[in-house]
């Protein structure tokens, strides 16, 4: 017999992922560089504003989002430029794109040609979930319908050409954050892929259909109530292989495998005290990590200080060596699952998965998800609502915030460069190579390019061809996106604010009363206008406050999201509006709030009070307030009322009259 000890059997980790891209296609490359050195497995992409909704960096409703949110990417050359000196081959590249999907795949596939990839040895995903677009996050293009065909175009596709391609991430991430229940979440996201796999099944031979159910993936949120987010992963692994096995008749279980990626939540990461968001983050891992039959085959990680701005390089270091930790420090990978049998998990997960069925029917009920969005919407505000409401009554504790908030300064906070700044210079320098780019390409070849794709939308023909086409001829993300918008038409999703008052009036009694009283005095009711100028499609702030504006008695104006600073001046104009709030998470707030404030003094309304909120840091507010914006609030500001309470001040003639 040996003496040596037994060494357990280790599963490999899982994909270790940062969420990353900024200011410029060559910045962004050397991040991913960098972070692929320091032990990072996989890339995920984040793209700019612009590039999400298929616009290019100098249009209008450009100004000021360049290179914010993610990197721009507006043509094969930035492509190029993002992915140089990285082999496509090797990599497993995610990218976070839902309605230019169909564009950046073709420029991704180019791009991966012109290294001399085998196209059909690529790995990696696209988003490509446009129903949650209407849900949560709002960078959506065109209707349901189009949008449906174009994410069943990509599959069919990607089962052609690229074979180990997931050609659909469903993203619960975003549901989540616009306030679903885990019930909710599990039943939103099941029957967004149910409804993609439906039309689909037209689209490919019946023989290969249950390997394309197997490449359907998910990207999903994982909260700080770590036992039920890990009860809720166990539960769509079980829901999944139900409908897999039941709807679609998929007997190979390998095809039934609930695959997914995961980020924490970044909602839940506090201004206050950020510190503490480590140890968010962390605990949030563990839901999607411990248990070995619901483990997440790919984890990105936020980084502690995105409450308060961008994060540097070394912010998103520290998240990276969480999760190197936990997989190659810790025993976690030598076991079987921890939860198998557990009595209490059992019971809950049979209970999440109880609820979920029941949303499942009811949108069943309705066509499916596609026809059920606007149900689906409200019952997302309405969630929210009653989150945001937990925490204002102290119901829900968040260290720090509501409670055991004394506390010594951070000196992770301390100093300038805390957080990091998006180069104020790289929007000019990203449209002067946009132009140089148009320059010097054969404009014919990429008329004849565009023609194609816009004689495929509206033929039928599978759009990705001429897509590929027009990537490699030259063309732009807004020239494809004007083709797509001209063939399909624009779309304007639901808001899911009512105009009617809820039922949540429960201490909002003095606040009606101060509506009333200033209503009085001006004469009518008093008018809210609420407003998200630019591209962020982040909508959640906008429609709590709007909610709780209609709810303490005011008449709100709000008409969602992807709104010009022109649009909302004569938007003020028009409704005679008593104040006008501006929520902007982008970081666009200043080139945009100084547009705004401009066109309102030009307007002659510029006695009109603005308020703004968003990720906002006090140099920012600052400024803001120089400009005359006559409040700043940012995710520290957690008490609606109080907001509520500040807005009956602003217009009260009274209070004016005493200035």
Request: one cysteine or more; a negative charge.
């Amino acid at each position: 017999m040996s003496d040596q000890p037994n060494t357990p059997q280790k599963d490999r980790p899982w994909l270790f992922r940062t969420y990353a891209g900024h200011s410029t296609a060559k910045a962004s490359n050397e991040l991913y560089r960098g972070n692929l050195a320091k032990g990072q497995t996989g890339l995920s992409v984040a793209f700019d504003l612009p590039t999400q909704t298929g616009y290019d960096s100098d249009h209008i409703l450009s100004k000021g989002e360049v290179g914010k949110v993610g990197v721009p990417v507006a043509h094969l050359g930035d492509m190029r430029s993002l992915f140089n000196d990285i082999p496509l081959e090797k990599m497993n590249t995610s990218m976070t794109i839902n309605a230019t999907a169909p564009w950046l795949l073709a420029l991704y596939i180019a791009a991966a040609e012109e290294q001399g990839a085998d196209i059909s040895a690529l790995q990696g995903t696209v988003q490509n979930d446009l129903i949650k677009e209407y849900l949560s996050r709002g960078t959506y293009i065109c209707p349901p319908k189009p949008s449906l065909r174009m994410i069943t175009d990509v599959a069919a596709y990607t089962r052609q050409h690229l074979p180990k391609w997931n050609p659909m991430n469903v993203c619960s991430y975003h549901l989540q954050e616009a306030g679903a229940t885990p019930e909710q979440e599990l039943a939103f996201a099941l029957a967004t892929a149910t409804a993609v796999l439906d039309d689909l099944k037209g689209k490919v031979p019946a023989e290969h259909f249950p390997a394309m159910v197997g490449r359907i993936s998910f990207f999903v949120n994982a909260g700080i109530r770590f036992v039920t987010e890990m009860c809720k992963m166990r539960a769509f692994v079980d829901l999944w292989d139900e409908i897999c096995r039941e709807r679609y008749g998929v007997e190979d279980p390998k095809f039934r495998r609930f695959r997914y990626g995961v980020q924490v939540n970044s909602l839940g990461l506090t201004e206050q005290q950020p510190e503490n968001n480590v140890y968010r983050i962390l605990i949030e891992m563990l839901a999607v990590t411990l248990s070995k039959n619901a483990r997440a085959r790919a984890v990105q990680l936020p980084a502690w200080n995105e409450a308060l701005g961008l994060p540097r390089p070394w912010d998103q270091q520290w998240s990276l060596r969480m999760q190197q930790i936990m997989a190659f420090e810790t025993d976690l990978l030598e076991y079987d699952d921890l939860f198998d049998g557990n009595p209490a998990v059992d019971r809950k997960v049979e209970a999440l998965k109880e609820g979920a069925r029941a949303e499942l029917a009811t949108i069943d009920s309705m066509g499916g998800a596609n026809e059920a969005i606007e149900y689906m919407k409200s019952r997302l505000v309405e969630a929210n609502s009653e989150r945001l409401g937990g925490i204002e009554t102290g119901d829900t504790t968040v260290v720090g915030v509501n409670k055991f908030q004394q506390h010594e300064e951070s000196p992770l906070t301390a100093g300038d460069e805390a957080i990091m700044v998006s180069d104020k210079d790289a929007e000019a320098d990203q449209i002067a190579r946009l132009d140089a780019w148009r320059a010097s390409r054969d404009n014919d070849a990429v008329e004849a390019a565009l023609a194609k794709v816009r004689l495929a939308a509206q033929d039928g023909t599978n759009i990705m061809i001429p897509t590929i086409e027009a990537a490699k001829a030259g063309a732009t993300t807004g020239e494809w996106g004007d083709v797509i918008r001209q063939a399909f038409g624009q779309y304007r999703g639901p808001t899911g604010v009512s105009r009617n008052p809820s039922n949540r009036t429960e201490g909002l009694e003095d606040i009606r009363n101060r509506v009333d009283a200033v209503s009085t005095k001006l004469g009518r009711r008093l008018k809210f206008l609420v407003g998200k100028p630019g591209l962020d499609g982040h909508s959640n702030g906008a429609e709590q406050i709007a909610a709780r504006a209609r709810d303490c008695g005011m008449d709100i104006s709000y008409e969602g999201i992807r709104l010009t600073p022109e649009e909302l001046v004569e938007a003020a104009l028009k409704d005679e509006a008593h104040v006008v709030g501006l929520s902007i998470l982008s970081g666009s707030h200043i080139p945009l709030i100084e547009d705004m404030i401009s066109r309102m003094k030009a307007a002659g309304i510029g006695h009109i009070p603005v308020v703004v909120g968003g990720i906002i840091p006090e140099d920012d507010a600052q400024r803001l307030r120089a400009m005359g914006v006559a409040k700043v609030y940012t995710p520290k500001d957690f008490e609606l009322n109080r907001i509520m309470d500040d807005l009956v001040t602003l217009v009260d003639p009274a209070g004016i009259a005493a200035e």
